[in-house]
């Protein structure tokens, strides 16, 4: 399951049993992944993306550096 962001590209996004909150990361090859709660709907994490681009856009300088 993924999302598509304009300016992140692909974000996949991954279900979790035992999640409690939406987390974003960088995975190694610079990707966007997400993990979400089971019950979470996948709008939480484009709502997260929406709220967080400047430090999104930092964890990614920080990772391609």
Do not use: C, W
Request: glycine letters at 6%; proline letters at 3%.
């Amino acid at each position: 399951m993924a999302i598509v962001d304009k300016e992140f590209g692909e974000i996949k996004i991954r279900k979790n049993k035992l999640a409690r909150s939406v987390k974003l990361s960088v995975g190694v090859d610079g990707s966007l992944r997400a993990s979400i709660p089971y019950y979470s709907p996948e709008f939480a994490v484009q709502r997260l993306v929406n709220g967080n681009r400047d430090e999104i856009r930092k964890m990614l300088a920080t990772h391609n550096a």
